[in-house]
């Protein structure tokens, strides 16, 4: 007795691979862009931190400067990033992302705000 397999077409084969691809690339860039968001928050974390260390006098407020604000934006672009990505492939809840991640509402309220000094073009 010889054991038949079903043929399949090239075609689906094919698409099968391509299909594969297309998954593992946007699971890849998901992941990129996450990595990408946890570094520029904790960036931004840890410059308050060591102005809340140093500017202690002053708590509750919101240390000011241009370091700041360029580690503001960049926490705010790569959340934005991410969250296209992730709806791009089906994932649309971003609560998850803002509790997951814990993004502060000051990153989030610029989520996509993009200005002259944006890091994006």
């Known amino acids: 007795m010889t054991l038949r397999l079903p043929r399949m077409n090239s075609s689906k084969v094919r698409e099968s691979a ?3 691809e297309i998954a ?7 992941g990129r862009l996450g990595r990408a968001l946890d570094a520029a928050l904790a960036a931004l974390s840890e ?3 060591l102005l809340q260390s ?3 006098d002053h708590p509750g407020q919101a240390p000011a400067g241009a370091a ?11 959340l934005w990033c991410f969250v296209v990505q992730r709806e791009a492939v089906g994932l649309r809840d971003q609560r998850a992302i803002m509790r997951e991640y814990r993004v502060p509402i000051e990153v989030q309220n ?3 705000a993009f200005g002259t000094g944006s890091g994006l073009r």
Do not use: I
Not at 24 to 30: F, P, R, S, V
């Open 54 to 56: 140093h500017c202690g």
């Open 47 to 49: 410059h308050d931190g």
């Open 18 to 20: 391509l299909g594969y």
């Open 24 to 30: 593992q690339e946007q699971a890849a860039a998901l």
């Open 110 to 112: 610029r989520m996509g």
């Open 68 to 78: 700041r604000e360029r580690l503001l934006r960049d926490a705010s672009d790569a």
